[in-house]
């Protein structure tokens, strides 16, 4: 079955870490964006990019990074300069050449303590 | 660019109950607009959509109609389940024309909790 697949579920690291959340689809999509959800605000685009090597920052995209050397992969990592890197974190992909939805992995949730 | 204003939660239900949940946009032209809902713990998924003015987007019972006079697209179901406990958001692309469509813009979501 095609689909986007996060990993992990859960993980926890220590304050003053980088952390690296792994995201990998096989539809094909060419965008692949993250987005961080917390309780109350709903989803906030972090990065987003519409091909492969070419990436964009969303509207918070202060102390995280992103890379995308393969179309199939969009993994993102939040640096010790993240304030409140602690949230549910979504991948997410779409294919715009036939205006395909966006299709979400199960999410990583990370805490930082 | 676009942007979305959802009715805030939580939203306490009987089974059986009607349900709508409001949302308005603010938008260049007339994009898509789209319903997801996301299940505890899991990620969001696209529960239904609407391409052009006045289409209904339906699936699993629920229904949006897409209301260019009044700029809403509110979801309604006619009797929900304990099924359809879950958090539900709102969104539309970010711009309209020449961007990424993939590219959204979600409410803040709603909650809805279903009592047997």
């Known amino acids: 079955d095609g689909g986007i697949t996060q990993s992990p579920k859960y993980l926890f690291r220590k304050e003053g870490q980088n952390v690296t959340l792994s995201c990998e689809q096989n539809?094909?999509?060419?965008?692949m964006y993250w987005y961080r959800q917390d309780p109350g605000q709903g989803l906030r685009l972090i990065y987003y990019?519409?091909?492969?090597?070419?990436?964009q920052k969303g509207d918070i995209a202060e102390g995280y990074s992103v890379s995308r050397e393969k179309k199939e992969s969009f993994p993102l990592t939040v640096t010790s300069a993240q304030k409140n890197p602690t949230a549910f974190y979504l991948c997410a992909s779409s294919n715009d050449r036939d205006n395909s939805p966006l299709h979400f992995g199960n999410g990583t949730r990370l805490t930082v303590t | 660019g676009n942007s979305v204003t959802q009715m805030e939660g939580p939203v306490t239900l009987s089974e059986e109950a009607f349900l709508t949940i409001n949302c308005t946009y603010t938008a260049t032209g007339y994009p898509s607009l789209f319903w997801y809902v996301q299940y505890p713990g899991e990620g969001l998924q696209l529960l239904l959509k609407?391409?052009?003015?006045?289409d209904k987007g339906s699936n699993k019972g629920f229904e949006a109609t897409y209301r260019k006079e009044t700029t809403s697209f509110h979801l309604e179901k006619g009797s929900v389940q304990v099924s359809d406990s879950a958090v539900y958001f709102c969104?539309?692309?970010?711009?309209?024309?020449?961007?990424?469509?993939?590219?959204?813009?979600f409410g803040k979501g709603t909650k809805l909790s279903v009592k047997p």
């Open positions: 969104a539309l692309p970010r711009i309209s024309y020449g961007g990424s469509q993939g590219n959204l813009i």
């Open positions: 609407a391409t052009k003015a006045d």
């Open positions: 990019s519409q091909i492969v090597n070419d990436f």
């Open positions: 539809l094909n999509h060419d965008a």
